[in-house]
């Protein structure tokens, strides 16, 4: 047992949750120790964060009983929730961005001097917090939060909650928006966190991390909750058992090599990025029909910007790109889509979805101007009605309602309609940037599965992931990208995971063995 | 303020945002009643304070709007214009762009109706069929110069990132200054002492049909309906209009779908000022028959602004919207001249009008905007 602490802090008590006639949360028991983190384990729709915001104050619970410190609580709001010790870092960020760090992590709860808000005395104190932590938040105290990256926003949400004095916190998906080496730097955090006596639930679905850093791993499966099990004393295969009610295969199935044309290819790709910095480099590619081309590296290696260029939303600085033989380096982005070079977008709230439109309107974007859901100048909106309910069924989108606005969909769900609609668009080429992203792993396969039917069916497929994991399986050739530069393109079935590590940060495998031959007819046109 | 009190503060709000957003069409129009109900009380309330007769003051106000045919006739047409400048605005509103220009386009929309009529009328037959002529081209003349007018800043905003705000606020003046300026010397009448062009052949006018009355022809009323019908159709049923709403909505989203979103906003500014250019046509065509002072041309563009919001930028909203503006300007118009009810008053309580009934839709956006209400995960 890797139990630290010896008081429970939080215990909550056969609670039950209903919208409607759904019960988001049926009769669940979790309790929290003090100085652990305790990870709150399930697929999108389980009920985490429905649990977490019964006892945030956000929800009202229908059964059940909150226990905080010893004590029986009622939360009315967020507000009784903070004044008892608990924050919660949400998965989008409760920020205001044009105001300042400091601004921020003092709203709502500023000292006061004479009637002013007493500015010093704040940055002292958010400083002193600051140090104690080894935050580095305290450098940013007076830039605009717009300013910052994710992970240091992420930092400030933190603080702000540690500058209201909680002593419980909430993590809600803390990982979906971060790089692997913010990941890390989040970890050593709640390990911080919890010497200082802190308790800490976090919330996820990822297997991985939850073996990590939980001294306790609570499942959830459908809002009830199916076990806790120690951290230290569960194996991958036993939570994913439990999440998913059966075995998930992590394996890589074996496949016949394909022959098809080279039907998307560039050639000596030079693009620049946002602040005109060139961030792609002579970069040579090409996918074949039906062939997955995996692109690995580490986030911020070029892998927007080549996306980007390869869909029509960037111009490229020089070089070619080929598809089914024409030029098609200066045509539009609606060109190539007509052409059938579909794309699943990296953010899917930004680009992939209208927030503000229903998944029927939602089903439209990207398809204005292909039959049948378009006639002349004319939409035929009972034509995107039906598809949109077809991408609903198929890919099983919660609610299975097309007239459900897409902000009110979990980021799985709104992630799975996404993928659905690019999917169903008949494609010659797609290009898929993290198609599983925030994904549940039983929607995960699904994904996985629907890209391996395309390519069977003589799709060429791009395919950029920063699991590694999931590039191996589905990959026919990974191209590694290092610094804007294909590193190598290698056979994953002849590359560990050792050696990926090796190319993404730059290395060669010069003269390791004879697996550079392998690699060699790989990267020759066979 | 405690901490529970605020917390109960921010529910409430909470729970009224909920309510705001939650509007039904049918709610929605009711509260438009009832806002603009009370806002005629408290109107009133003044009145009778500045010691005027209340009763008097409705009873003109009715009258001045529906009274005779003739006055029926001066709220419709007054209406009508506020529908298009309304549809004007609203299409540009929907689409995101914010064209605070449509009186200027409106203005250039007139001088080239007139102007086109008035060089082509030696042209064509001094009868029916010629003068049907000179109006259909005198209005594609308006409409053309509306939209060229409404694209300009449209391309300043797509290729120049100029804000569209300030550069159609610019041109509404260069507009006035200029087309006084064309009115004043090379275009003015022959023999007119006033600033104003020569007046259009009379049958070139739109003619009255059913109502007899004051410069108003049922056919305004209807080509302007038409019109909002036109634009609602155009942003929900067909492709183009769903790439402008979208590039409104999410831009980021409409150019992931292969929108070229700087096509777009000159496209949204050029309908935008063509419907301007409508308006334009309408009331030389209906009303003004010359090209009259630029500078003492009613502001419909500006109070459309207050149309489009009351009708949440909704084309068809426009109408009813129109038609409520349009009846206070006719009773307005009226208790100026009957009663000795001052000018300003009148204009007092319409504005009293425009922020009741306007408010509830601006606390509507500012809710959206804060993220007060709806769901909360």
Known sequence: ?526 | MSDADSGRARDALDGAADRLLGATPVERVALALASTVTALLIGLVVVTAAGYDPLMFVNDMLYGAFGTERRLTITLRETSYFILAGVAVAVAFRTGVFNIGVQGQFIVGMLATTMTILWLTPFLPANRLGGVGLLLVGTLGGVAAGGAYGALPGVLKAYADANEIITTIMLNFIAIGVVFFLVDGPFRGEGESATRTASIPEYAELPPVLLDGSDFSILGLVATVGIAVLIYVLLTRTRAGYDMVTSGHQESAAIYSGVDAKRTIVRTMTISGMVAGVLGALFIVMHANAMPNANGINTYGFDAIAVSLLAANHPLGVIPAGALFGGLDAGGQYINVASDVPPQLIDGIVGLVVLFVAAPELFRMAAKRTGLGGDRR
């Not at chain 1, 399930?42 to 410190?69: A, F, P």
């Not at chain 1, 009830?224 to 058992?241: Q, Y």
């Not at chain 1, 961030?279 to 911020?300: H, M, N, P, S, Y």
Request: glycine share 10%; net charge negative; proline share 3%.
């Open chain 1, 1 to 526: 047992m890797s139990r630290k602490g010896s008081r429970t802090v939080v215990s909550l008590d056969g609670i039950t949750k209903r919208f409607g006639d759904i019960v988001a949360n049926d009769e669940v028991d979790f309790t929290l120790e003090a100085g652990t983190v305790h990870a709150l384990l399930g697929e999108n729709g389980s009920g985490k964060t429905t649990l977490m915001s019964v006892l945030y104050g956000l929800y009202d619970q229908d059964d059940g009983r909150i226990v905080v410190e010893g004590e029986g609580r009622e939360f009315t709001s967020p507000r009784d929730a903070i004044d008892a010790g608990i924050g919660m870092i949400h998965q989008h960020f409760q920020l205001v961005e044009p105001m300042t760090v400091l601004q921020n992590v003092v709203l709502g709860q500023e000292p006061v001097d004479r009637g002013l808000v007493d500015e010093e005395g704040a940055r002292a104190e958010i400083e002193a917090l600051c140090d104690r932590y080894e935050f580095d938040v305290d450098q940013y105290l007076d830039t605009p939060v717009r300013d910052l990256d994710i992970g240091v926003k992420q930092r400030v949400e933190i603080v702000k909650s540690l500058y209201r004095g909680a002593e419980i916190l909430v993590f809600d998906e803390p990982t979906a928006v971060l790089t692997p080496q913010e990941v890390e730097g989040l970890f050593d955090l709640m390990d911080e966190l919890t010497k200082q006596g802190r308790s800490i639930v976090f919330i996820t679905h990822k297997l991985d991390e939850a073996m990590e850093i939980a001294d306790e791993i609570t499942v959830l499966r459908d809002g009830e909750a199916v076990d806790t099990v120690d951290g230290d004393g569960t194996s991958k295969e036993e939570l994913a058992r439990m999440m998913v009610g059966r075995e998930v295969l992590f394996d890589r199935q074996a496949r016949d090599r394909t022959t098809g044309e080279r039907i998307f290819e560039v050639e000596g790709l030079h693009v620049r990025g946002d602040r005109g910095l060139e961030q792609v480099t002579d970069v040579d590619a090409w996918a074949r029909e039906g062939e997955i081309l995996g692109i690995a590296g580490v986030q911020g290696n070029g892998q927007s910007e080549l996306v980007q260029a390869l869909t029509g939303l960037r111009p490229v600085e020089s070089g070619r790109i080929r598809f089914a033989g024409d030029d098609i380096t200066e045509t539009s982005r609606r060109d190539r889509i007509e052409r059938g070079i579909v794309y699943v977008p990296e953010d899917r709230q930004r680009e992939g979805l209208v927030l503000e439109y229903d998944l029927v309107r939602n089903a439209l974007l990207g398809n204005q101007t292909v039959a049948p859901f378009v006639d002349g100048w004319f939409v035929d909106w009972a034509a995107v009605r039906d598809h949109a309910r077809d991408i609903v069924e198929e890919y099983d989108v919660e609610p299975p309602e097309p007239t459900a606005r897409s902000a009110s969909l979990s980021g799985g769900n709104q992630q799975k309609f996404v993928v659905g609609r690019e999917i169903n668009h008949a494609p010659q080429v797609l290009v898929a940037s993290h198609p599983t992203r925030g994904v549940d792993i039983g929607s995960v396969e699904f994904i996985h599965n629907r890209l391996l039917e395309l390519r069977s069916n003589g799709v060429a497929i791009v395919f950029v992931s920063s699991k590694l994991e999931e590039i191996q399986k589905l990959s026919d050739r990974i191209a590694v990208l290092y610094e804007g530069r294909v590193v190598d393109t290698v056979d994953p079935d002849d590359v560990t995971d050792q050696e990926l590590g090796l190319l993404m940060t730059g290395n060669t495998l010069d003269g390791s063995d004879e697996s550079l031959e392998r690699r060699s007819d790989v990267r020759g046109d066979t």
